[in-house]
């Protein structure tokens, strides 16, 4: 099946420092989708990309669609103690005939921020 | 804001045994999406469902599974005597046409089999 190779793993940063995280394919994707997911909790949508090098803004959050259609990075600016958690790209691609949408998730980019 | 939910948050059963797990999708959305992450691991898609149809599934999602909309507002997923390593948080998603890839989850059901 596809994969999405997200890095860093995981990630320690200082309070007010600016932290970026990515995500690459083997293959290419119509769609691109970051979610965060806090502990014992669902995935929530941040931010979502639909044409190859767009640069999307949401507050102190901003993504990319890669020229390529096969990578995407997200960077948050500022960074606060509330932006800890999980952050997950997805892929999109539809599936003609099909009517479905299904996403593929990378493996996760674990946040910590120190105070 | 409208959410998706799920019921219920936690669910405990033997080996064997037949879960129903529940969800309510926003309501003028019309894809419907179950995926599971196995603790620690990513999330992982099932199966997607509109017009009253399945209309894609996973390798994951074999016989042992099954969906349905038994109401206007309700999506069930059901698993047929369960295994072990059908452990696992599940989530529901569902899109609306206009924006068909945001998919907006639930908080998820904690399915522990024992």
């Known amino acids: 099946g596809q994969q999405l190779n997200q890095s860093p793993q995981s990630m320690f940063i200082q309070e007010g420092e600016d932290v970026s995280m990515n995500c690459t394919s083997s293959?290419?994707?119509?769609?691109w989708l970051w979610y965060k997911q806090d502990p014992g909790e669902g995935p929530v949508l941040l931010i979502a990309?639909?044409?190859?090098?767009e640069l999307t803004s949401n507050g102190r959050l901003t993504a990319q669609f890669g020229i390529t259609r096969k990578d995407s990075f997200l960077n948050i600016s500022a960074s606060i103690p509330s932006d800890v958690g999980i952050y997950f790209c997805a892929g999109a691609r539809f599936h003609s005939g099909a009517g479905s949408y299904q996403l593929t998730f990378g493996k996760g980019t674990k946040l910590s921020v120190i105070p | 804001e409208p959410e998706v939910t799920q019921t219920p948050s936690h669910q405990v059963t033997q080996m064997g045994q037949e879960v129903i797990l529940r969800c309510v999708p926003i309501s003028n959305h019309l894809y419907f999406y179950w995926y599971r992450q196995i603790l620690g691991q990513k999330v992982e898609f099932l199966v997607s469902?509109?017009?009253?149809?399945?209309?894609?599934k996973s390798e994951i999602f074999d016989d042992q599974f099954s969906v349905e909309r038994p109401d206007g507002s309700n999506f069930t997923l059901k698993i047929r005597s369960t295994k072990l390593e059908d452990s696992a948080m599940y989530f529901c998603?569902?899109?609306?046409?206009?924006?068909?890839?945001?998919?907006?989850f639930g908080p998820g059901t904690r399915l522990t089999v024992t």
């Open positions: 469902f509109y017009n009253n149809e399945i209309s894609e």
């Open positions: 990309l639909y044409k190859a090098g």
């Open positions: 998603a569902s899109s609306e046409v206009a924006s068909p890839y945001e998919q907006y």
């Open positions: 293959s290419i994707f119509n769609t």
